[in-house]
C-alpha cells in the first residue's frame, strides 16, 4: 500500500558530501514522521536522523552537525544532507515512515529497501 524508495546513494571520498533522497506513495492520508537509519556490516541497525510532522528532529550523536534532515511534505519525500562523511558513515541507509493510510487509521511503519553509502579513505 505504501512504498518508500531512497535514492542518493553511492561512493564519496572521505569529507565530502551526498544528499539522500526518500519518497513515499501509495494509500497516504497523512505521514506522521520520517526517519533515516543506518546498518553497518555486522552492527546493529542504527538512528541516524528523524523528522516529526513539525519542525522538530533528532540526530544521533555520531552525525549531529554534520547532517541536515528536512522534508518537502507536498512531495511526501524526506531527504538527508550529510556533510564531511567519514569512512565509519559507510552502511546501507534505511528510510523509515510512520505513515495513516486513511483517516481513522492506526499509523503504521514503513521501510524503504535501503541504498549503500561508501566512504572511502
Known amino acids: 500500500q505504501v512504498q518508500l524508495v531512497e535514492s542518493g546513494g553511492g561512493l564519496v571520498q572521505a569529507g565530502g558530501s551526498l544528499r539522500l533522497s526518500c519518497r513515499a506513495s501509495?494509500?497516504?492520508?497523512?505521514?506522521?514522521?520520517m526517519s533515516w537509519y543506518r546498518q553497518a556490516l555486522g552492527k546493529q541497525r542504527e538512528l541516524v536522523a528523524h523528522t516529526y510532522s513539525g519542525p522538530n528532529t533528532l540526530y544521533a550523536d555520531a552525525v549531529k552537525g554534520r547532517c541536515t534532515i528536512s522534508r518537502d511534505n507536498a512531495k511526501n519525500t524526506v531527504y538527508l544532507q550529510m556533510n564531511s562523511l567519514k569512512p565509519e558513515d559507510t552502511a546501507v541507509y534505511y528510510c523509515?515512515?510512520?505513515?495513516?493510510?486513511?483517516?481513522?487509521?492506526?499509523?503504521?511503519?514503513?521501510w524503504g529497501q535501503g541504498i549503500q553509502v561508501t566512504v572511502s579513505s
Open positions: 523509515a515512515a510512520r505513515v495513516v493510510v486513511h483517516a481513522g487509521a492506526y499509523e503504521d511503519s514503513y
Open positions: 501509495g494509500s497516504i492520508f497523512s505521514i506522521n514522521t
